[in-house]
């Protein structure tokens, strides 16, 4: 079993990486109804997916670098402020890997400087629609 390490796994918004990244995480969820009825075995509940859904996350230290193939923290809060909506791309970086894409917006944004430690940041994005697989 071949393993990946943490930093080939990137989050791009539309097509530019986030400056500064260090850790990565995609969840994705099915709203679950309870169809248990008189009829179920040995009183045991059953369950049936429905509606489903999906986040990203992204957190790093705060760089404020700008332009080029690169988004920062500023770039990502702006976006939320205008509400637009973003192609995000989540997945390995190496060729031949698999990778998840879906339309998302922007629905958190942190920044914090402790006084001891670097600043940094954490962006969350709520998917859009269906999330599709690529090949890198």
């Known amino acids: 079993m071949a393993k990946v390490p943490g930093y080939q796994i990137v989050l791009q918004l539309?097509?530019?990486?986030l400056v500064g990244y260090r850790t990565h995480s995609m969840?994705?969820?099915?709203?679950?109804?309870?169809?248990?009825?008189?009829?179920?075995?040995?009183?045991?509940?059953e369950n049936m997916p429905l509606f489903k859904g999906a986040e990203f996350s992204v957190g790093g230290?705060?760089?404020?670098?700008?332009?080029g193939s690169v988004?920062?923290?500023?770039?990502?809060?702006?976006?939320?402020?205008?509400?637009?909506?973003?192609?995000?791309?989540?997945?390995?970086?190496?060729?031949?890997?698999?990778?998840y894409e879906a339309d998302a917006y922007i629905r958190h944004v942190h920044i914090e400087g402790p006084h001891d430690d670097l600043a940094s940041y954490t962006l969350d994005l709520v998917v859009t629609g269906k999330i599709t697989q690529g090949t890198v």
């Open 14 to 17: 539309d097509t530019k990486k």
């Open 61 to 67: 230290l705060y760089d404020p670098a700008t332009g």
């Open 71 to 99: 988004t920062t923290f500023d770039g990502a809060f702006s976006i939320l402020a205008a509400g637009t909506k973003v192609v995000a791309k989540f997945g390995n970086t190496a060729v031949g890997s698999k990778y």
């Open 27 to 45: 969840d994705v969820e099915a709203d679950m109804a309870d169809s248990t009825t008189g009829a179920s075995t040995n009183q045991w509940k």
